[in-house]
């Protein structure tokens, strides 16, 4: 029986059953397709119920409850745990105890051990190529090779000899005993909803959008005229879109509109139901307590006018009255669907799906026979639900593989 597990997928999810299974002894490789971990917590602006950084995750190491920042982490230090950024699934054979995988290990064009962060190349760069978040897990510069102009203006200044932009892909071949997926979810983009004009209209954007502008100091600036902002819920969620309740939308828009409340901002959120479950209650009558309004009612359509500002018809289904919101910003919350990642994966390895395209899993993440399942792509999940999920796969490879 072959000990040595590969995790799909870079997310909250994956590192967390990574460095659990790392620390109990087994080989890890933890692949992730973009050129850094994290997944969609990095724009998750603050973390619920806690308010904090939201790259901090449930430790292994210490008490139930006490959590640890990967940022922190030394991930490269970790003993037994292979990261391979940029790189993606290409062929799974073989059965539980002995995988035979391949991979594809995309170019990045950096050489990660030599790039020390000086960023020469980013001041060079003109065609806006090369770009660094501090946010981001390898921390080193990254190259989009489709913005490149090949001018070689960052090779030339890169005093490590870190960039070589005729890097060519390479195949890894990975024998291991078990599979986790954890793919994750992302948010559905709905310009098939026309009536609110959402990629039509500049200030009609989603959940995700607020909050990259809400995490960046910089970005904030974006909302300085903004007066009146209007949220609306379950935008291609529970109709005939997508049928399901998309679970965690109603405790993070709510978490947006403190957000803006804080900073000024009037707040109206269009809501059929609102679905916050346990402890996110408590946001949601705090919220209230702020000053957040709450109509019930499914908006008909967003117009705007010649001077910009955004017209909202809404019926209030409590107050059986239509009202017409005059905003400057709105912003959808649609439904979460499974990443394209999940279909590919899902796909590579034989794993059912239901109608919606989440993996169906057994009691416990098992998908098949050495092959598990965590976080979202199985269904939406928080963050505490898809960290205790991948501990618990976590455990049931050890136990599968010992």
Not at 96 to 124: Q, S
Not at 256 to 269: D, M, P, S, T
Not at 281 to 290: I, K, Q, V
Request: proline share 2%; aromatic share 8%.
């Amino acid at each position: 029986m072959n000990k040595k597990v590969l995790v799909i997928g870079g997310g909250v999810a994956g590192l967390q059953a990574s460095i659990e299974l790392a620390e109990l002894g087994f080989e890890v490789y933890l692949v992730e397709k973009k050129p850094y971990l994290g997944g969609n917590a990095l724009n998750l602006y603050e973390y619920f119920p806690t308010k904090d950084c939201s790259f901090c995750l449930a430790s292994p190491q210490f008490l139930k409850g006490i959590r640890k920042c990967f940022y922190r982490l030394s991930l490269s230090e970790i003993k037994n745990l292979d990261i391979l950024t940029n790189t993606s699934l290409a062929e799974v054979k073989g059965e539980k105890g002995n995988f035979l995988v391949r991979l594809i290990k995309h170019p990045r064009y950096i050489d990660i051990n030599k790039c020390t962060l000086c960023k020469a190349c980013i001041e060079v760069c003109k065609s806006g190529a090369i770009y660094f978040d501090y946010r981001t897990l390898p921390q080193v510069c990254t190259i989009d090779i489709n913005k490149c102009s090949h001018c070689k203006a960052c090779v030339e200044v890169c005093k490590q000899g870190a960039i070589n932009l005729e890097q060519s892909e390479e195949e890894v071949e990975l024998n291991v005993g078990a599979i986790i997926v954890a793919t994750g979810f992302e948010e559905w983009k709905p310009y098939e909803i026309k009536q609110y004009g959402y990629g039509v209209y500049k200030n009609v954007i989603t959940q995700s959008e607020l909050a990259e502008i809400l995490y960046k100091d910089k970005d904030i600036e974006k909302l300085k005229d903004i007066e009146k902002v209007v949220f609306i819920l379950c935008v291609g969620s529970r109709d005939s879109y997508h049928e399901y309740c998309s679970k965690i939308c109603c405790t993070y828009a709510i978490k947006h509109a403190r957000a803006l409340k804080k900073l000024g901002k009037e707040v109206i959120i269009c809501y059929m139901d609102i679905r916050t479950v346990g402890e996110y209650e408590e946001w949601y009558l705090r919220a209230r307590e702020e000053g957040v309004e709450f109509l019930r009612g499914k908006p008909g359509e967003v117009i705007q006018r010649e001077d910009k500002k955004l017209l909202v018809s809404v019926e209030d289904t409590l107050c059986n009255e239509v009202k017409l919101i005059e905003c400057d910003l709105v912003v959808l919350t649609p439904a979460l669907i499974p990443s394209k990642g999940t279909e590919e994966i899902a796909k590579l390895l034989g794993l059912n799906k239901d109608e919606y395209g989440f993996i169906i899993t057994e009691n416990g993440g098992k998908a098949r026979a050495g092959v598990y399942v965590c976080g979202c792509a199985s269904g939406i999940k928080d963050v505490p639900e898809s960290i205790t999920q991948a501990s618990q796969v976590a455990i049931n490879v050890m136990e599968d593989l010992r």
